[in-house]
């Protein structure tokens, strides 16, 4: 019996740790094709804290069902939802090696801006995608604050 007891009050008291909400992200993708340019993915990734700020976890992005394996990442635009999040909340978009394929330059996004960022540079050229992608946001302590990330992938 005491054994019985011992279970339930763990339980008991696991209970709440186990239900904490966390905040959540999903993504949509979209084929752009125009007559005389290169043919566009678009992944519209809408996210939203919980009700305590706390952002999602890393969002794995699988490049192979998406599609954009292979495909370079071309620009970046965060749209603030409402609730806001915090000023100069920040957003990676990590490869495999954790590395940031958007170069830095999605961080200190705007709280009531639209910002829209081309990736590549004249040095580096635009990023390939070779394996999955994580995204995450950081930095943000509004409660509930939503907001969408469009990333335009183009092939070579």
């Known amino acids: ?30 084929t752009i094709g125009a007559t005389n340019s290169r043919p ?22 699988n490049a192979e069902t998406y599609g954009i394996s292979g495909w370079y990442l071309y620009s970046a635009k965060t749209v603030p939802g409402t609730p806001s999040p915090t000023d100069n909340y920040d ?8 590395f940031d394929i958007a170069g830095g ?13 081309n990736i590549g540079t004249a040095t580096h050229g635009y990023p390939i995608v070779n394996g999955n992608l994580s ?3 950081s930095g943000n302590a ?8 469009i990333l335009t992938f183009v092939s070579d």
């Open 135 to 137: 995204f995450v946001v």
């Open 142 to 149: 509004v409660n509930s604050a939503t907001g969408t990330l």
């Open 105 to 117: 330059k999605l961080a200190n996004r705007d709280t009531t801006a639209v910002e829209i960022v």
């Open 91 to 98: 957003i990676v978009i990590n490869d495999t090696s954790g």
């Open 40 to 61: 566009r993915i678009v992944l519209t990734i809408v996210w939203a804290a919980d009700a305590g700020a706390v952002a999602p976890d890393a969002l794995t992005i």
């Open 1 to 30: 019996m005491k054994k019985v007891m011992g279970i339930i009050l763990c339980l008991v008291l696991l209970t709440p740790v186990l239900s904490w909400a966390v905040g959540t992200a999903t993504v949509s993708r979209t």
